[in-house]
């Protein structure tokens, strides 16, 4: 027979999972509005950027970041703004914000995309040694990734830039022979070729 004290024990599961249902549902619905809000302002900086009005696209983008921190816009809008600080030749700047959205950023698809970026911002500084050091840590971390190829190809400039010509041959025979049926390994061949008649 139920007694009033199993009674009451039942009554305050049944309200306390009521509760963090509605709870659970309360923060998925809040964080999915949160996160149309920052796509939508993401899509109004990048209409900024692309009339050139630089200011207020950084100040959209500076409001999502700080609004929304963690919501995957608000990621997207810091590899964006890297992006346009990388154009304005603030190395130092897109590097920052770039390191962070590798070390946290969400989605987890968000991680590569920075790591790429910030191979790119060594190679506009022309730092080839840093960016060397980018791409092999790419490559460990994002094997399978679909930039994979061309990083490899990158790298072996690189290589080829900073005087390390027997490592970018090297790196241009593993993209001619590990992706042998893509344009990738195509290119490699047609630099491994001009690197053999410069000699």
């Keep these: 027979m139920f007694d009033l004290g199993n009674k009451i024990r039942v ?12 709870g659970v549902a309360f923060a998925c619905f809040k964080f999915n509005e949160n996160n149309k809000i920052a796509s939508d302002k993401l899509s109004e900086a990048y209409a ?5 009005d630089v200011r207020n696209g950084f100040i959209l ?4 970041i700080s609004r929304f921190p963690k919501t995957p ?12 600080l990388t154009e304005m030749c603030k190395y130092d700047e897109a590097l920052s914000v770039l390191k962070e959205t590798l070390n946290n950023g969400k989605p987890g698809a968000i991680k590569p995309l920075a790591g790429s970026r910030i ?8 730092d080839y040694s840093k960016a060397i ?5 790419f490559i460990k971390k994002y094997p399978d ?3 994979v190829k061309d990083i490899y190809l990158n790298l072996a400039e690189y290589y080829f830039l900073s005087g390390s010509k027997s490592d970018a041959i090297r790196v241009f025979n593993k993209v001619a022979v590990e992706f042998s049926n893509t344009q990738e390994a195509m ?6 070729s001009d690197i053999y008649k410069i000699n």
């Excluded at 009554?11 to 509605?22: A, D, G, N, R």
């Excluded at 983008?61 to 999502?64: A, K, Q």
């Excluded at 191979?119 to 022309?126: G, L, N, R, W």
């Design 187 to 192: 290119k490699a061949r047609n630099r491994l």
């Design 11 to 22: 009554f305050i599961i049944v309200v306390l999972t009521t509760i963090l249902t509605f």
């Design 145 to 147: 990734h679909f930039l």
């Design 133 to 137: 050091l980018a791409s092999v840590e």
């Design 61 to 64: 983008i500076d409001g999502i």
């Design 73 to 84: 816009s608000a990621y997207q809008a810091r590899v964006i703004k890297a992006d346009v």
């Design 48 to 52: 900024f950027f692309a009339r050139g």
């Design 119 to 126: 191979i790119y911002v060594y190679d506009s500084k022309k």
